[in-house]
């Protein structure tokens, strides 16, 4: 039993070292850089920005189509928020070439 | 075995070692490899307390008494269903599983987010791996779930026969998937005010968690509500026990996070009340725990000896003091960037909700820290029981269920009050019909009840509205079918509409509760074979006792040595309504002071009710049979006297036989309460409508928005 528990517990041990590892070694075999995100912090909010604009454009015209606004404060609330989202969508527009992603956006 | 439990344990402590140096160490020398490797440590740490907890679970099924832990809480008459649930049923073993499921979770979360957000996900990995070395700690160092015995003892203590319910097998999953899941927002949070970027990102990112949280605490409340109801022989569903409060806590907290996330998401504002929300479920969460691990509340739910009380009280007061500190040192970024557009409006009526259930979560958090408080000013201990806890809580739960139901009626930015007023009709007058008809009906003698009536008629005719005009809406675009174009719309507005339905469960589960605690009839009596008495409208009549001797035989399939029970008939009237059974269990105390036959039935006797439920009332029984009769003691001491061990169930079988032919009179509860079944469904509503708000959006409606050359079609088609 003793030897049996010794062999799990090495084993545990190496298959630990392996996960851990992994990154450290990889990046002993090729020059130290310092890797970009997939997706840059500025990028990432301006798209969690654009995807929250796009939720509320859609849930201001439900609001509209299940009589909660009138037909004048959906239009003026509608051109403000497309303005908005104009908005983001210029300063995501402005961002340097760094790699994008294709954000998925909820229908 | 248990040496690879405790090699597991020092391992993965110092896998979160490492693992929070790496994580900090990455994310200040922007050197990503040790980032990564850190989040590698928790997928590592992951496979080691999965390792752990296979190891105990195996001793617990394989009955091995060399682990002290097995030997105290499980034996080999407890059935195996429940063995498997005895893991959890000790003090040592639910420390393991709380950081067994933190890992798992912690996992998933970071797999998540591996390719964004990395600085606040580096903060997070050394939280979380922080909360695991503090549990782990516990574990090597106060209560470990591997300590062992030699020799073995031959036979174990057994499960505490309270806890050998279904459910239970359940119930402490699921609350401690609530538990740990409420720590990765927190972690969450502490990264991002900790680099700064308290943007829509990080809330998009914990959104699902929270939710999660949320609904695994849920399930885990009413799990352990319907244990209580079916169970703990005293026929209620909630006792404002200090263990129920400290996982209700969360849970509110969580719920007003859940509402006023979507105000920064939509406006940015709410910056500070949002992350302080998340700091509070988190702390909550830890404090829930605390509560019952460390037995310094007296509660049916506490885990024995208050060494784990020091330990706690440190990691709360630093969840205190950290988060009081990044709240206020980055209160510069978390200016909110917006201001509310109109008091009439869905944001308004949100921070109207946050501030009723966050008050709702202060009156419960003093009534349950009332003793603490009480004994550290006065000397003296005092505690607060139901009534007080009623009296504040029942007009807040009567404002929230309204509040449930102005909300979906109710325009984002800013309503007009001639929308308003038009929105409010239909609601209005689903509200006036349900007390014309409870009126006309009598149901005049409880306000409150009258009122939680009328508020939930309120929300049934306001979502139902909103159910119809949005399909309506719907079908004015897309000229589907009626319910094709609900499908529609419901999978197109997840969030929206799995919220209503949750807002109709919590309005079906709050009739549940109004009714049964206003209308209930409840009767104690001793009663003799043939005897009757009358509870509400129905008879109950003693027809005959019953006795079970074989372990396995056992109706309730607890591993009882012995269950006295009764056959009940209850009718109304002259009709037959239901034949109950309920019974009292006797169990093994495995104490050999108490004689070779005294210690088969010398254990904890536990209830085991039996019911008729129905969509219009329970009626729910028990019995405490009355084994203290001179002729049963002396069979009993007979025994005692002159069998051994193996031949001691022969005096079991005479105890059965002479209970069967010169019965007692027993002592009856018999509860009638109207609606309970209602509670339930209400759950499941509410569980139905958080997987409809939670699940994924599917691939076919998913659409893939290119940024440069669709933004434009992107934003026209939102």
Known sequence: MEVLVALLAFALLAVVIAVIAAPLRA?????????????????????????????????????????????????????????????????????????????EVED | MADLGRICLLLALVVCAYGIFAAVYGVRTGRVEFSESARRAVYALAIILT????????????????FNTVADTSSRTTPTFYRAAAVWSSQEGSLLLWAWLLSLWSSLALFLVRRRMRDIAAYATAVLLGFAAFFISLMIFYATPFA???????????????????????????????????????????????????????????????????????????????????????????????????????????????????????????????????????????????????????SIHAFGGATLGVPFVVLIGILIAGSIYLVVSRRDVLRSEHRLDSL????????????????????????????????????????????????????LALILVLLSGIGPVIAWRRATLANARRNFLAPLLGALATLVVLVAAGVTERPFA?????????????????????????????????????????????RRYGGYVVHVGIAVLFVGVAASSSFQHAVEQRIAVGGSTRVGSYTIRYVRPTATITPKEDRAHTGSTLALGAVLDVSKGKRHVATLRPSEGFYDSGEPAQGSVGHLIGGQAVSHISMSAGLTRDVWTAIAPDISTPALQRIVTIGNRTLSAEEAPIAIGVLAREYLKHPPAAEFHFIVSPLVMWIWIGGLIVFGGGLIAIWPAPSTVRRRVALRSRSAHGLARA
């Open chain 2, 51 to 66: 390792t752990a907890f296979a190891v105990l679970e195996i001793a617990f099924l394989r009955n091995d008494f060399a």
């Open chain 2, 148 to 298: 062992t015995t030699s020799p073995a003892p031959a036979e174990g203590v057994g499960l505490d026969p309270l806890l050998r319910f279904p459910t239970m097998m359940i119930h402490p999953p699921m609350l401690y998937s609530g538990y740990t899941l409420c720590t990765i927002p927190l972690a969450f949070a502490v990264g991002a005010l900790a680099t700064r970027r308290v943007d829509a990102d990080w809330i998009k990112a914990i959104r699902r968690f929270a939710f999660a949280a949320w609904l695994f605490l849920g399930v885990g409340i009413l799990l352990g509500a319907r244990w209580s109801y079916s169970e703990l022989g005293w026929g209620g569903y909630w006792g404002w026990d200090a263990v129920e409060n400290a996982s209700l806590m969360p849970w509110l907290t969580g719920t007003a996070f859940l509402h006023s996330l979507m105000i920064q998401e939509k406006r940015g504002m709410l910056k500070v009340w949002n992350v302080s929300l998340v700091l509070a479920t988190g702390t909550l969460a830890v404090m829930g725990t605390f509560l019952v691990r460390s037995g310094i509340l007296n």
């Open chain 2, 344 to 395: 009439l409006s869905r944001e308004s009526l949100f921070l109207a909700n946050n501030v009723v259930l966050v008050a709702l979560c202060f009156v419960i958090f003093w009534g349950t820290y009332f003793p603490l408080i009480s004994e550290a000013l006065t000397g003296t201990e005092a505690s607060v029981g139901p009534p007080w806890f009623d009296r504040y809580t029942v007009p």
């Open chain 1, 27 to 103: 990046s002993l075999a090729r020059p130290p850089e310092r890797k970009r995100e997939r997706v840059s912090p500025e990028r990432a909010e301006l798209e969690a920005e654009r995807e929250a604009k796009y939720r509320e454009i859609r849930d201001a015209e439900l609001d509209f189509r299940t009589g909660k606004l009138s037909r004048e404060d959906y239009a003026s609330l509608d051109a403000a928020l497309r303005s908005e989202g104009l908005e983001i969508l210029n300063r995501l527009e402005a961002l340097d070439d760094r790699p994008k992603t294709d954000p």
């Open chain 2, 450 to 494: 009258l009122a939680m009536f009328c508020c939930a008629g309120f929300v049934f005719a306001s979502v139902a509205q909103e159910f119809v005009r949005g399909t309506r809406a719907r079908r004015a675009i897309a000229g589907e079918p009626p319910p094709l174009a609900l499908l529609a719309l419901v999978r197109r507005n997840r």
